[in-house]
């Protein structure tokens, strides 16, 4: 230790580096002390597990009847209901298993992160398995997000070219029901994509 | 440049120690490592090449999805039935390019910007302050990226299928060559997109590696 010490001293400066081996001779002698796991990560956990839970309530619900005039001989038409569900565009089926793993997993990361807030130590390990995890999600997320605001975006505006009508004028319930959950999962993911910059900062910080 | 690395709360002398922590960190992987032997200025991180040919790829692989859909069109001639009256159905000359649809224009330039990121880093790969605004860049590059490709998929899909309870008629089969072009950039896409995070989960377990826990 001493000989690392006396080798480097002339290119950092002869006075500081003998301050650094005497104050800081606990800190060549052994491990470094554990670093803590910061509140920040269970507050983000947290907030994300009420968007992704608050975006699955409001996809689900998400749901609209609306009486639609049929014409059958020019003068003369009847009313039919026709309803709008999410279960009837296949990019809002995968927002919401997008949505529910998201749940799911925010949960969990969520309880495990109490349980190193009160451990005081944050292993590397765990920082690490955590930062991929969020990662994934963070790309799973932004996919649904970005499958369900292109199906959004054209029943909001409907799309000319492709003589496809908009709808949110006649199912304004629903409409605003989709595009709030869109809205949240896009949240979501940019709340997965700051954790994971959060937990891969941090582990960057420990290796300086 | 010294001063500026320093582990908080652990170091009480700032810049000295924490020179005196990369060469001791020099001095015990000096076996056989990847570092290479630290002298008194060069502080070159040492390049992977897995991530650097994964970089590589991501480049390629946006650059070739934003060409193809972006020259993508098609001018084809539709026949509609006019009535019983006319004998010859009218043939209407209609063209199909990307520009018509939202998702296919935030397709191109979500894949330009990555590709222009990308290219960035790769230039920026040799120096020691640019990893964090690069491990940034690249979790915004594959967000972006990720939503780009569900954007496009889910266009091209309602193109192929319609959707019937909203009564969106499937236009794939007049555009036949322009869906399969376009949904071939798609694929391309997705497939840099998965690069890209492979990519992102090798540079945080080199990060890993390097930290003094592993």
Not at chain 1, 130 to 138: C, K, Q
Not at chain 2, 158 to 173: F, I, P, T
Request: charged content about 10%.
């Amino acid at each position: 230790m001493a000989t690392v010490d006396g080798t480097t001293a002339p290119s950092s400066g002869g006075k500081t580096a003998t301050v650094a081996s005497e104050s800081g001779g606990g800190r060549y002698g052994g491990p470094p002390p554990p670093a803590k796991c910061s509140g920040a990560n269970l507050a983000l956990r947290a907030l994300l597990f009420a968007v992704s839970l608050s975006a699955l309530v409001v996809l689900v619900t998400a749901k609209q009847t609306v009486m639609v005039p049929f014409v059958i001989r020019p003068p003369q038409f009847i009313l039919a209901p026709v309803p709008a569900k999410y279960t009837h565009s296949p990019a809002l089926i995968y927002l919401l298993a997008a949505l529910c793993a998201t749940c799911f997993y925010s949960l969990i990361t969520a309880i495990s992160s109490v349980r190193l807030l009160s451990s005081s130590a944050c292993s590397a390990k765990t920082l690490f398995y955590l930062i991929l995890l969020d990662v994934f999600y963070a790309a799973v997320m932004a996919s649904a997000t970005g499958t369900a605001g292109a199906v959004a975006w054209v029943g909001l505006k409907g799309n000319s070219h492709t003589r496809w009508n908009k709808i949110c004028n006649v199912y304004g319930k629903f409409c605003r029901h989709i595009g709030s959950s869109t809205f949240l999962a896009l949240i979501a993911a940019i709340v997965l994509v700051v954790l994971a910059f959060l937990n891969a900062y941090s582990l960057y910080r420990r290796s300086r | 440049m010294e001063s500026s690395r320093g582990k908080p709360g652990l170091n009480g002398s700032g810049g000295g120690a924490a020179f005196d922590y990369s060469s001791r960190r020099g001095y015990y992987t000096s076996g056989g490592a990847a570092l290479p032997p630290l002298a008194a200025g060069s502080r070159a991180p040492p390049v992977d090449p897995c991530c650097v040919a994964l970089r590589v790829f991501v480049l390629l692989g946006t650059l070739a999805s934003a060409v193809v859909m972006a020259a993508d069109r098609q001018s084809t001639t539709v026949q509609i039935a006019a009535g019983e009256q006319l004998a010859p159905p009218l043939r209407v000359p209609v063209t199909a390019k990307w520009t018509y649809s939202s998702a296919f224009v935030y397709f191109v330039v979500a894949n330009a910007m990555v590709f222009a990121f990308s290219a960035a880093a790769l230039a920026a790969v040799r120096r020691r302050s640019a990893v964090v605004p690069v491990m940034v860049g690249d979790l915004v590059a594959m967000a972006l990226l990720f939503s780009a490709v569900g954007a496009a998929a889910q266009f091209g899909l309602l193109g192929e299928r319609g959707n019937a309870h909203v009564r969106w008629a499937k236009v794939c089969d007049v555009y036949g060559p322009f869906c399969e072009r376009a949904m071939a950039a798609v694929v391309v896409s997705l497939i840099a997109a998965f690069a890209d995070l492979v990519l992102l989960m090798l540079t945080i377990l080199t990060i890993h590696k390097a930290s003094s826990y592993y």
